[in-house]
């Protein structure tokens, strides 16, 4: 089917940054909308972030200022640029993805989560 395969997590001081990246593959015609989502331990699964195929996007307003998420439309790509990272920011990011389908049925895509811990 769709494979959303993602990378980049990782242990990194606070104020430090990391880069997020997913890559989809499988029998995709186009990907309407990428984002990624994030859930901390205890806490509910939040967007965080999308983009369109058009390039438009959208952040939570905790995020604003620090993250950008951007994709290759060509390489069926999502990334997520984090900066300036808090402690509040750790939990694992999940990568998401509303796909087309070769059979042109519409199908929501999950990635297999990357963990992202900000500590001293």
């Known amino acids: 089917q769709v494979q959303l395969v993602e990378s980049g997590g990782g242990l990194v001081q606070p104020g430090g940054s990391l880069r997020l990246s997913c890559a989809a593959s499988?029998?995709?015609?186009?990907?309407?909308?990428m984002g990624w989502y994030r859930q901390a331990p205890g806490e509910q699964r939040e967007l965080v972030a999308t983009v369109t195929s058009g390039g438009v996007t959208k952040y939570i307003d905790s995020v604003k200022g620090r993250f950008t998420i951007s994709r290759d439309n060509a390489k069926n790509t999502v990334y997520l640029q984090i900066n300036s990272l808090k402690p509040e920011d750790t939990a694992v990011y999940y990568c998401w993805a509303v796909v087309i389908t070769l059979k042109k049925q519409q199908n929501t895509a999950w990635g297999q989560g990357t963990q992202v811990t900000v500590s001293s």
């Open positions: 499988g029998s995709i015609y186009s990907i309407n909308v």
